[in-house]
């Protein structure tokens, strides 16, 4: 179900209020007229418009770009509650994801992934980046078709009605040359070279784009690193990988290649502008400067970094270095893109013991233009003439936005709005939520209940 198939042209918006980029940079304006025209797009911005005009959608509230949940990896919505039981470490907690991993199949996926999908379009996403290593039956066997499950998410995307980037990923070993564990055994293709054969039979869809991840250092032997890297970039399609998230994984690559693993990346030229490192938790400044040098964007994904106990990563010192800054909610401990913007703030205000180290202005690009980008759809993330109409509109009459001046509706929509703040989505012109409620699929938490239910038994 395409995107932009129930969409009629010219159709106009009228937002009481929108965040608009400009000459002196963003600002927030009033009685926006936003028409949209053939193949989701914008046609046309006038701020100051006058009142509604007869045949205009009527969008009350704060108009924002779409957001860009740039690193997913969708059955780990499955996981929620269930982790949060005991104590014990990313490893442990790996443990448990392995379990649910191994219920799934190409029809369980496709009703979870609905589900997850449609809890991000309640939640204002507009575009999702799939890090997608679920790729055959338990213990390894084949599907029929290959890519029955890199299927299911892009199929998933389209009911929920956002737009997704399936970043196919490699993922071979254990851990730097030993075989893959059990549960591990239906993430692999056994070699790059077969990863590539699979993933070239994925074709790009109006609302699905294909990419290329390395899941990690320890799961690519380095001589294969350079595969995925070539692949991505005879394509021109985004890389993503999982960068120095745990202390051990950097150990365990100096022991074998006496490098850290951004270094090990760059030798085998595996960063650049298409590059995503995610997480990037633990750097030494020769991996800020690597990763900055080479316009490497980072996914930072604040509240499973927190929720993992991972650690707080770098990400003042790399944006400043000059990466680009994108966010993801990778495994949804809660699916909340205002929180992941300002989790960065208040995290870096944790660690350094001072105020001020991002803008709302920097954090909604972080969400919006370079989180698009990152994914690559960097036609997204604005609202202006040419870009994807793709937007999202917080109510600013809830108890958390209600009382400070429409003017600082960035700082509303950052540190103060949730997910449950988002009234409307529109996605490639086509409304995806009304009034807080999903048009597609329904009864979002019923599909939750549904569907995780069916794998927890």
């Excluded at 591990?184 to 994925?202: M, N, Y």
């Excluded at 693993?261 to 400067?289: C, Q």
Aim: with cysteine.
């Amino acid at each position: 179900m395409p995107l932009t198939s129930h969409v009629t042209s010219h159709v106009s918006y009228w937002a009481e209020y929108a965040w608009l980029p400009g000459r002196g940079g963003p600002a927030v304006e009033r009685d926006v007229l936003i028409a949209t025209g053939p193949g989701g797009r914008i046609v046309s911005v006038t701020a100051d418009s006058g009142p509604c005009p007869s045949g205009a959608v009527r969008l009350g509230g704060l108009a924002l770009p779409g957001q860009a949940n740039a690193h997913s990896h969708a059955f780990h919505r499955a996981l929620r509650g269930h982790v949060q039981v005991g104590s014990g470490t990313f490893w442990t907690w790996r443990d448990t994801m392995y379990r649910f991993a191994g219920t799934l199949d190409p029809d369980s996926y496709l009703e979870l992934a609905t589900a997850v999908y449609a809890e991000m379009a309640l939640a204002g996403i507009t575009a999702v980046g799939e890090f997608h290593y679920l790729h055959h039956a338990p213990g390894g066997v084949r599907y029929t078709d290959p890519n029955a499950m890199g299927e299911a998410l892009i199929e998933a995307a389209a009911r929920a009605g956002i737009r997704i980037t399936l970043l196919d990923t490699c993922y071979l070993s254990s851990g730097f040359g030993a075989e893959p564990t059990r549960p591990q055994l239906r993430f692999s293709d056994g070699d790059a070279e077969a990863w590539a054969v699979r993933a070239d039979a994925l074709k790009p869809r109006e609302h699905a784009r294909i990419g290329a991840a390395i899941h990690s250092v320890r799961a690519v032997p380095a001589e294969q690193l350079g595969t995925i890297a070539r692949w991505a970039e005879e394509r021109q399609a985004p890389l993503h990988v999982h960068l120095s998230e745990q202390t051990a994984e950097n150990d365990a690559c100096l022991a074998a290649h006496g490098v850290t693993p951004t270094r090990l990346l760059a030798d085998h030229g595996a960063l650049g502008p298409r590059t995503s490192a995610v997480h990037a938790t633990h750097l030494t400044e020769e991996d800020v400067r690597l990763l900055a040098s080479s316009g490497t964007t980072i996914c930072m994904c604040p509240t499973t970094e927190r929720d993992l106990a991972d650690g707080i990563g770098p990400a003042r010192a790399l944006a400043s270095a000059g990466c680009p800054i994108s966010l993801g909610s990778d495994s949804h401990a809660v699916i909340d893109p205002w929180e992941e913007a300002r989790a960065l703030e208040l995290d870096e205000r944790l660690r350094t013991r001072t105020r001020g180290h991002w803008t709302a202005n920097a954090l909604l690009r972080a969400g919006g233009e370079d989180g698009h980008a990152s994914i690559g759809w960097p036609e997204a993330g604005r609202i202006e003439a040419g870009a994807l109409a793709d937007f999202t509109v917080i109510a600013l009459d809830t108890v958390r936005t209600a009382g400070p001046p429409a003017r600082l509706g960035a700082e509303i929509a950052v540190f103060a709005a949730s997910a449950a703040d988002v009234r409307h989505v529109v996605v490639g012109g086509r409304q995806v939520v009304r009034d807080g409620a999903h048009l597609l699929v329904g009864d979002v938490p019923g599909a939750l209940r549904a569907s995780i239910g069916a794998l927890s038994g």
